[in-house]
């Protein structure tokens, strides 16, 4: 059955869902506070970078299926997929649900009985229960809606192909509630789609990435013990990995993204005395960035005692994974930005965006005509041609990402 359906939030989920569901002949209203972003997807055009996307949207706008606007209209699914990120200061961060709140009362005017109401916000347990809340606050009964929870679980780059592709849960505040927005999600996910209560969908989404941020800690926290012995870490792990029952991640300047920095906190947050590893994990990673900062350091030291005068620094790669232009949460951005501020010349390549605010950019066949101090952070396809992989070769750039092995 066609719908109309509100998404609420057009990013890097939320507009992928939207062209989705209009390409399945949905009729969809996505909504955000970006006026350009707005104007971008009205045109047919994409914000962000995100392969096959660019063809959904041209597609459905021209279709009449999908349209963008910057309030919320009357519809029978209202989907909220907007940033949760967490507020700053103490020891342990705090999650802050303030934007999936906002999100929550600007379509109370416009939600009916019998709507169904979908959070996808990656959010720590029990946001599902305060969307209801709100709701109720607002002069909404949340007992005539069906409210669940179902956390996206794709990767950027592949989002388009894995929001159909792959399994998906659904966690309702009722068993009905489960029944019927499932049923939803089966209407375009060919993965299974599997029936839970909210707060079980809510720790679900947390524990996998919590499991990544874990399994990330460890390759980060080798490669600085082998970088210290004068072993190559990357043969370590590849020889490691050849054990049929082992499956050691690959190490890089940090973690980043939306996801695997923030949601471990989450946990951390709501039991700070059961979650040891989980916090002794974020905190190797984000340790991890600061360590590929001070080995920078190291090397432009040693480079102005060999020449007498201040390297430029070249980092290579400002997104916080290869072939994308999402910079949230990104260590390679960190390192770039920490480095500035402490005085060093710092240019950038970056090939998926078009400017900075803070840092200056250079096209990677630029920046290698330089006589600089190159640092691989991201291992962005260009990077790994190889006639650039032998120029950065040549220039003993630091690969601190994997993109010369």
């Known amino acids: 059955m066609k719908q109309k359906v509100c998404v609420v939030g057009l990013g890097y989920i939320g507009l992928p869902t939207a062209a989705l569901l209009a390409s399945k002949g949905h009729q969809v209203i996505g909504v955000d506070v970006n006026r350009k972003a707005v104007d971008t997807i009205n045109s047919g055009l994409i914000h962000i970078v995100e392969p096959d996307l660019d063809a959904f949207v041209h597609s459905a706008v021209s279709q009449g299926n999908l349209r963008a606007d910057m309030t919320p209209h009357p519809a029978d699914v209202f989907i909220i997929a907007v940033p949760t990120p967490f507020h700053e200061g103490g020891p342990i961060p705090q999650p802050n649900v303030d934007i999936v709140m906002a ?13 169904l109401v979908i959070l996808e916000s990656t959010s720590p347990v029990g946001t599902t229960q305060q969307v209801a809340d709100e709701l109720r606050a607002h002069g909404v009964d949340p007992d005539g809606l069906h409210i669940a929870y179902c956390p996206e679980r794709v990767l950027p780059g592949k989002i388009m192909t894995e929001l159909v592709e792959n399994d998906r849960v659904v966690g309702g505040l009722t068993p009905e509630s489960s029944r019927i927005v499932a049923e939803f999600y089966r209407g375009f996910v060919r993965g299974d789609v599997l029936e839970t209560e909210a707060a079980c969908a809510e720790m679900c989404k947390l524990t996998e ?49 939306h996801c695997i920095a923030v949601d471990p906190w989450f946990i951390v947050a709501s039991d700070p005395e059961n979650s040891r590893l989980i916090r002794t994990a974020r905190e190797v990673n984000n340790h991890k960035s600061r360590w590929v900062i001070e ?14 005068a201040e390297p430029r620094i070249i980092c290579l790669g400002l997104a916080f994974k290869p072939d994308l232009d999402d910079l949230r949460e990104s260590p390679a951005l960190e390192i770039a930005l920490d480095l500035k501020s402490q005085g060093y010349d710092v240019l950038a390549v970056e090939p998926n965006i078009e400017s900075h605010d803070t840092l200056d950019l250079v096209a990677i066949e630029d920046a290698i005509k330089q006589d600089a101090l190159f640092v691989l952070l991201v291992k962005h396809r260009q990077f790994l041609r190889v006639e650039m992989a032998a120029a950065l070769k040549a220039k003993n750039a630091m690969d601190f990402c994997g993109a010369s092995n």
């Open 103 to 115: 999100a929550t009362r600007s379509i109370a005017p416009h939600v009916r009985p019998g709507n």
């Open 209 to 257: 990435n919590s499991f990544r941020d874990v399994n990330i800690a460890f390759a980060n926290e080798l490669s600085m013990i082998c970088d210290k012995k004068g072993i190559d870490v990357w043969k370590v792990i590849a020889f490691a990995n050849r054990h049929p029952r082992v499956n050691i991640l690959q190490p890089g300047a940090g973690v980043g993204g």
């Open 295 to 308: 080995k920078i350091k190291a090397s432009a030291q040693g480079w102005r005692a060999a020449r007498g």
